[in-house]
T-cell receptor
């Protein structure tokens, strides 16, 4: 079975600062995907960033980057130059590769960007 | 930009009643999903649907639950006889390729069972 753990239920960061959200996971699969999804208040979840497990290079999307440590089964999200619009619930998620169909989510981290 | 839409946004029902939650996935998507999130808990997979049949379901998705795509656009989740523990936010999602990874979610339907 796959499990995803987010140990930080709430975090806050000053606008323009950098914040890192933690995620660990447990799986026996060798081929899988990891994701960070963002859910702003009263809005749908949207994909922030995706990492294929077979890729050693950490994924980057503008101000968002990940630190993927496969051996440690760790997948943290770094948000640089935080903006007010980054205030949201952030979910870490796992999907088995190729035959994967279902996502496994963490419990989420509520991030507040303080002006 | 195309979106997944869900109705109703909030439904209150009495225990034992039937509930239907509706979703309109993005039009060219082929895979459809329902997830739920009980307040304060993880988002949990319920079921995936492809080519007019269930492709995978979790242990949560018991005989009280059913899904269908009756008209090629709507994707519905029916709970036959609701229980208190069915109170949750239900999210519909879709994607074009299963292995693509990205799911497109609706805003959710909050179900409250009294």
């Amino acid at each position: 079975a796959q499990t995803v753990t987010q140990s930080q239920p709430e975090m806050s960061v000053q606008e323009a600062e950098t914040v890192t959200l933690s995620c660990t996971y447990d799986t026996s699969e060798s081929n899988y995907y990891l994701f960070w999804y963002k859910q702003p208040p009263s809005r749908q979840m949207i994909l922030v960033i995706r990492q294929e497990a077979y890729k050693q290079q950490n994924a980057t999307e503008n101000r968002f980057s990940v630190n993927f440590q496969k051996a440690a089964k760790s997948f943290s999200l770094k948000i640089s130059d935080s903006q007010l619009g980054d205030t949201a619930m952030y979910f870490c998620a796992f999907m088995k590769g190729l035959t994967g169909n279902q996502f496994y989510f963490g419990t989420g981290t509520s991030l507040t960007v303080i002006p | 930009e195309p979106e997944v839409t869900q109705t109703p946004s909030h439904q209150v029902t009495q225990m034992g009643q039937e509930v239907i939650l509706r979703c309109v996935p993005i039009s060219n998507h082929l895979y459809f999903y329902w997830y739920r999130q009980i307040l304060g808990q993880k988002v949990e997979f319920l079921v995936s649907f492809y080519n007019n049949e269930i492709s995978e379901k979790s242990e949560i998705f018991d005989d009280q639950f059913s899904v269908e795509r009756p008209d090629g656009s709507n994707f519905t989740l029916k709970i036959r006889s609701t229980k208190l523990e069915d109170s949750a936010m239900y999210f519909c999602a879709s994607n074009f390729r299963r292995t693509d990874g990205e799911l497109f979610f609706g805003e959710g339907s909050r179900l409250t069972v009294l």
